[in-house]
């Protein structure tokens, strides 16, 4: 009956732990992958003490490479903020898109991301209330013709009309 009782405490324990572990990986799912550390001021310090345009942005696409997986969405968003100021004439597309792909794959459940990154937000709908007071449909206004910018004839200088009599 002894060895019943402490098999039935060592599965109980054993079944406690693997749902521990669950939880543990399922917290960690949403961190960055363990690895190099991602220090955002090694970045900048690599950005900004780099002269020759081309080293710099080699070697910033090497750093994001190897070590913006290891990033968070929001040091990543800190070095796309920065990234004309600290990358200058280097910075290019290349860059702005493997930052933007590395905020994207590291973030997860925002619903407002692609937004957020890729444009505005859709306009919303109008209300009810708008669409009732105008009989359910809305107004289309015609295009009007250009504005009149000066009604004055052409000048002969300074953008003052020409004096009309003589002093």
């Given at each position: 009956?002894?060895?019943?009782?402490?098999?039935?405490?060592?599965?109980?324990?054993?079944?406690?732990?693997?749902?521990?572990?669950?939880?543990?990986?399922?917290?960690?799912?949403?961190?960055?992958?363990?690895?190099?550390?991602?220090?955002?001021?090694?970045?900048?310090?690599?950005?900004?003490?780099?002269?020759?345009?081309?080293?710099?942005?080699?070697?910033?696409?090497?750093?994001?490479?190897?070590?913006?997986?290891?990033?968070?969405?929001?040091?990543?968003?800190?070095?796309?903020?920065?990234?004309?100021?600290?990358?200058?004439?280097?910075?290019?597309?290349?860059?702005?898109?493997?930052?933007?792909?590395?905020?994207?794959?590291?973030?997860s459940g925002d619903k407002?991301?692609?937004?957020?990154?890729?444009?505005?937000?859709?306009?919303?709908?109008?209300?009810?209330?708008?669409?009732?007071?105008?009989g359910g449909n809305l107004?289309?206004?015609?295009?009007?013709?250009?504005?009149?910018?000066?009604?004055?004839?052409?000048?002969?200088?300074?953008?003052?009309?020409?004096?009309?009599?003589?002093?």
């Amino acid at each position: 009956m002894t060895s019943r009782l402490l098999l039935a405490a060592l599965l109980g324990l054993a079944a406690c732990t693997a749902h521990a572990a669950e939880a543990d990986d399922a917290k960690s799912a949403k961190k960055p992958v363990a690895g190099k550390p991602c220090i955002v001021g090694e970045f900048r310090a690599l950005a900004m003490t780099t002269h020759d345009p081309a080293q710099r942005h080699a070697r910033s696409l090497a750093w994001l490479r190897d070590t913006g997986r290891y990033c968070s969405v929001e040091k990543l968003k800190v070095i796309r903020n920065n990234r004309p100021t600290w990358l200058g004439t280097s910075d290019s597309l290349e860059i702005a898109t493997l930052l933007d792909r590395l905020i994207e794959s590291n973030e997860s459940g925002d619903k407002n991301l692609v937004a957020d990154l890729y444009g505005s937000k859709p306009a919303p709908k109008p209300s009810s209330e708008t669409a009732s007071a105008e009989g359910g449909n809305l107004r289309v206004v015609p295009p009007q013709g250009p504005a009149i910018v000066n009604s004055y004839p052409p000048t002969s200088g300074y953008g003052y009309p020409p004096v009309s009599g003589t002093r």
